[in-house]
């Protein structure tokens, strides 16, 4: 996924199950070998790719291998192999969050690129998969710190995607692309990748990328492009809650991915995901207990690590073994630091200061800082032991759990600690349980206690404080009291999450002037 962490990747009735039926199967296969949209000269969407696509956005990578080979052998001048084979490079590294898998496949992209480019120019995949190689690099490329050239590759996508708008108004397939660059450019924070795309002067529009896939999920079940669907509501969901942490990620998702099958391992990983983030962990605890399993399937550990998180939110403290699990089977450079910082945060509920200490320096020494979450686990395993009912709450409170986290932290004081940090995250932690508990004028004392107490910190709280205080504002319809607060989250410097909580701080503004 296009990650301001990288990307990521991004995310009803039926669903592709219906083709699982199989007279039903054939009549839309035909009805699609017969549209000129799926069989243009050499780029030929036929039963091979149809199911090779189909196969990959289930993460059945070994069946789609097998189904292009066979294409191959049967038309090895169709355009659309090389597109297929490039989702399969993309989500090998994304499952794998393996450098070393990246570092094999990368070399691939040129080659593919040119096998394309020597075909029909008439036809409206002949822009629109270069794009997609091109956008699927980039997604890739950020998550393993090459920025620039993600940048260069966005650059790419875009102009290939508008050019093919313009010759192609009605082939839909151009808005998912589209849609995906203008909502992640749109609310992109500062850093290596926005620098880097500000040097090419290209700009987005996050509600304008909403918009985009709000319509492709609405509309595709109706069309002839019903098997994208599921491609579509992949990034449509990492949009929504990574991009726009919308409050809406959580229903829309849930809404949007009803319909696709659950023999799909990345319908398991989209809606868990979304939960955990959106503090529905009971949901994603049975989500992620029944999720298909087998050799068929692309092996995935984050699975294990989201598993883990979901667990440890109620403190249940046998989450170890999830994240235990995760540690033994990833390939991977992400999330290390942060499965290690989880296992420390186990032993100091356990009452183990020791084993807390021993697991802070792996979180400090093991893995590699690429993503925003191994970041902070660095600075949080180096930052000392944390405050035993504090953390309690927070992971209460992440896991939705607000009845309990309110509990902990009821009767406390801000004189009960001794030093600025804990005064500063008590009143924070307060006011996010209030906020997320309806009790809006209780929340906003706490979030203004916590910005005169942390405003000079370099801890988040007080600024992320701010655009909370900002949002609830906004809910009221108060806009100067909304504007005041946003504003003041973008006067605060040299904290964590500095440049993620100034997007989501201009991006409330922006929200206000329309």
């Known amino acids: 996924m296009l990650t301001c962490e990288a990307v990521a990747a991004a995310q009803n009735q039926t669903e592709i199950e219906s083709l699982m039926n199989k007279s039903f199967r054939f009549f839309i296969t035909s009805a699609l070998l017969l549209s000129p949209l799926f069989s243009l000269a050499n780029f030929d969407f036929n039963n091979n790719c149809l199911n090779a696509y189909k196969s990959i956005f289930e993460l059945k990578l070994g069946n789609a291998r097998a189904y292009i080979s066979t294409e191959k052998k049967q038309h ?33 992209k040129s080659t593919r690129l040119d096998q394309i480019s020597d075909d029909d120019k008439s036809s409206p995949y002949y822009l629109y998969a270069q794009a997609e190689i091109n956008l699927q690099w980039a997604l890739i490329r950020g998550r393993f710190g090459e920025y620039f050239n993600a940048a260069m590759e966005v650059k790419k996508a875009n102009s290939l995607l508008q050019e093919n708008n313009k010759k192609f108004p009605n082939f839909h397939l151009n808005l998912k692309g589209l849609g995906l660059i203008n909502a992640v450019l749109g609310n992109l924070p ?6 880097a795309l500000s040097t090419f002067g290209i700009k987005g529009n996050l509600q304008s990328g909403l918009n985009m896939f709000e319509k492709l ?28 942490h919308s409050p809406h990620a959580y229903a829309k998702t849930m809404k949007y991915t009803v319909r696709i099958a659950d023999t799909s391992l990345l319908k398991s990983y989209l809606q868990s995901y979304v939960c955990i983030k959106n503090g529905h962990s009971e949901e994603a605890i049975a989500i992620l207990a029944k999720r298909p399993e087998g050799g068929v399937y692309q092996p995935f550990p984050y699975l294990d690590y989201l598993e883990g998180i979901a667990h440890l939110n109620k403190l249940d403290l046998n989450s170890g073994v999830c994240f235990n699990r995760f540690l033994q089977t990833t390939k991977g450079v992400n999330f290390v630091k942060d499965a290690y910082l989880h296992l420390g945060w186990i032993s100091l509920l356990k009452g183990d200061k020791a084993a807390y200490t021993a697991f802070s320096a792996k979180a400090i020494k093991n893995g590699y800082t690429y993503m925003e979450k191994d970041k902070q686990a660095k600075a949080e395993a180096a930052s000392g032991t944390p405050t035993v009912d504090l953390l309690k709450a927070r992971l209460l409170f ?70 909370q205080m900002g949002k609830v504002y906004e809910r009221r319809k108060n806009i100067a009291k909304a504007k005041e607060a946003f504003n003041t989250a973008i006067a605060m410097k040299n904290h964590e999450f500095e440049s993620s909580i100034e997007s989501q701080a201009r991006a409330g503004l922006k929200r206000l002037a329309n």
């Open 76 to 108: 090895p001048n169709n355009s659309i192999i090389p597109l297929l084979e490039n989702y399969v490079d993309y989500f090998t590294v994304l499952t794998s969050e393996s450098k070393a898998d990246f570092d094999r496949l990368k070399g691939n």
């Open 190 to 195: 500062d850093g290596a990748l926005k620098t």
């Open 217 to 244: 999920a609405d509309n595709l079940p109706k069309s002839s492009y019903e098997p994208f669907y599921e491609e579509v509501v992949f990034y449509y969901a990492y949009v929504l809650t990574d991009v726009a």
């Open 398 to 467: 992440d896991g939705g759990y607000l009845s309990k986290a309110l509990q902990i932290l009821d009767d406390k004081k801000v004189t009960d600690y001794t030093n600025d940090k804990d005064k500063t995250e008590l009143n924070y932690r307060l006011g996010r349980i209030y906020d997320d508990l309806g009790k809006d004028d209780q929340a906003l004392t706490a979030y203004q206690e916590t910005i005169n107490e942390g405003k000079n910190l370099k801890y988040y709280f007080a600024a992320n404080a701010a655009v």
